[in-house]
Each structure stands twice: as structure tokens, then as C-alpha cells.
């Protein structure tokens, strides 16, 4: 299986702030790297596929990047409606698998 | 518009089998090649995909729950159906059905929407 390592676990920023999370796999992806967003008793939301493209309706703030191993969720502007629990995940081969999940906090 | 909605026990005892019911509207699971996930959550963990069958029925399954799963469905009912067998304490946790999105003309996958989720506690 692939293994997905995210970080860190967990994060505290402000509003306002630049925010970068990061998700390593166990072996090369490509760019097949998903981004969700997790809110307290709620189901997750899917915000970037494949990497690097924005699910429709995200707003812009949020972008992803990166290939191979090596993937970055970055969120340019934090709002109050950001604090929540991002998780990576691959689509590279069966068995998908997600990060452990980075809680981001307010400060 | 696409919704997905879990159904199933809330509550087993060990060793019992588990039937989890996914009901899906807004999209077809005989069309194209149409598929549906089942990933779950412990309290307070990270999420786990369990298993997925698209609409050729080609179906797939955690390694570490192979043999105790078994995913199926009814395209009349438009319904996905996920067994687990020999529940055990451990699996407590919320269980979520989600769509397979694609990009057209690639193997790019990516779950959205997902439903609720249908939270199962296992204790005697």
C-alpha cells in the first residue's frame, strides 16, 4: 500500500495568514493527489484533484501543487470558514489511501 | 443533483456482520463508467477507503479487509450495498458512501459528492 504522510498534524494561524500543508508518498504518484476539507461532524469536501486543479465552486485562496512524491495545499488568505481538518489522498492505485489528516487551528 | 445517503444498524454486536446501504439520486450507476466508494472514520482518525465498484462491476478492496468485505449493487434500486463481516469494536466509526469522479478520458480519480455518513458502534 501507499502510504501517505502529511504535516504537519496540526497548525495554528490567523486570519489573514499564508498557510502551506504538505503530503509525501511512500512512492512516486505522479499527480494523482486529491485535497479535502473536513469540517467538525461533517462529511468531507473535496477542494483540489489531480494536484492541482480546483474542484469547481473552491474558492481561488486555495491552490495545490506538486508530482511525483512531494504535494503542497496552500491556502493564500485564511478565513474563518478555513478552520478545519485537511486530508490528502491518492488515486494512484488501489488501495486509496489518505494522509493522517492536519487540524488547522485558530491562533 | 447528485446526493448519496448511508442507511444501515447504528448499532452491532462483535463478531456479527454489518449491512451498509448507499442510496444514490442525480446520476445513474449503469451509466458510463459511473462508481461509488465506501470510506470510513473512527472517532477522532483518519479516513479509510474500504472498496469501490464502478458500473462494469469491476470492484476493489482494502488489503487489510479483503476477506471480510463484500460490495454489490442494484442499479434498479440505485443502491450499493457494502458488507462486513466479524465486526469488531475497532470498526466503530462512521462509514461514508462518495461518487467516483473522473477526468474525462483518464484514470484521475476523485471522490465528490459524499454522503452524510452513517455512524455504526460495535460493543456488546
Known amino acids: 500500500d501507499i502510504q501517505m504522510t502529511q504535516s504537519p498534524s496540526s497548525l495554528s494561524a490567523s486570519v489573514g495568514d499564508r498557510v502551506t500543508i504538505t503530503c509525501r508518498a511512500s512512492?512516486?504518484?505522479?499527480?494523482?493527489l486529491n485535497w479535502y476539507q473536513q469540517k467538525p461532524g461533517k462529511a468531507p469536501k473535496v477542494l483540489i484533484y489531480?494536484?492541482?486543479s480546483l474542484q469547481s465552486g473552491v474558492p481561488s485562496r486555495f491552490s495545490g501543487s506538486g508530482s511525483g512524491t512531494d504535494f503542497t495545499l496552500t491556502i493564500s488568505s485564511l478565513q474563518p470558514e478555513d478552520f478545519a481538518t485537511y486530508s490528502c489522498?491518492?488515486?494512484?492505485?488501489?488501495?486509496?489511501?489518505f494522509g493522517q489528516g492536519t487540524k488547522l487551528e485558530i491562533k | 443533483q447528485v446526493t448519496l445517503k448511508e442507511s444501515g444498524p447504528v448499532l452491532v454486536k462483535p463478531t456479527e456482520t454489518v449491512t451498509l446501504t448507499c442510496t444514490v439520486s442525480?446520476?445513474?450507476?449503469?451509466?458510463?463508467?459511473?462508481?461509488v466508494s465506501w470510506i470510513r472514520q473512527p472517532p477522532g482518525k483518519a479516513l479509510e477507503w474500504l472498496a469501490h465498484?464502478?458500473?462494469?462491476?469491476?470492484?476493489s478492496y482494502s488489503t487489510s479487509l479483503w476477506s471480510r468485505l463484500t460490495i454489490s449493487q442494484d442499479t434498479s434500486k440505485s443502491q450499493v450495498v457494502l458488507t462486513m463481516t466479524n465486526m469488531d469494536p475497532v470498526d466503530t466509526g462512521t462509514y461514508y458512501c462518495?461518487?467516483?469522479?473522473?477526468?474525462?478520458?483518464?484514470?484521475?480519480?476523485?471522490?465528490?459528492?459524499w454522503g452524510q455518513g452513517t455512524l455504526v458502534t460495535v460493543s456488546s
Open positions: 442525480g446520476f445513474s450507476l449503469s451509466n458510463g463508467m459511473m462508481g
Open positions: 489522498q491518492q488515486s494512484y492505485s488501489t488501495p486509496y489511501t
Open positions: 489531480a494536484a492541482s
Open positions: 462518495t461518487r467516483i469522479r473522473a477526468l474525462t478520458g483518464s484514470y484521475f480519480y476523485w471522490f465528490d459528492p
Open positions: 465498484i464502478f458500473s462494469n462491476d469491476e470492484k
Open positions: 512512492q512516486s504518484i505522479s499527480m494523482y
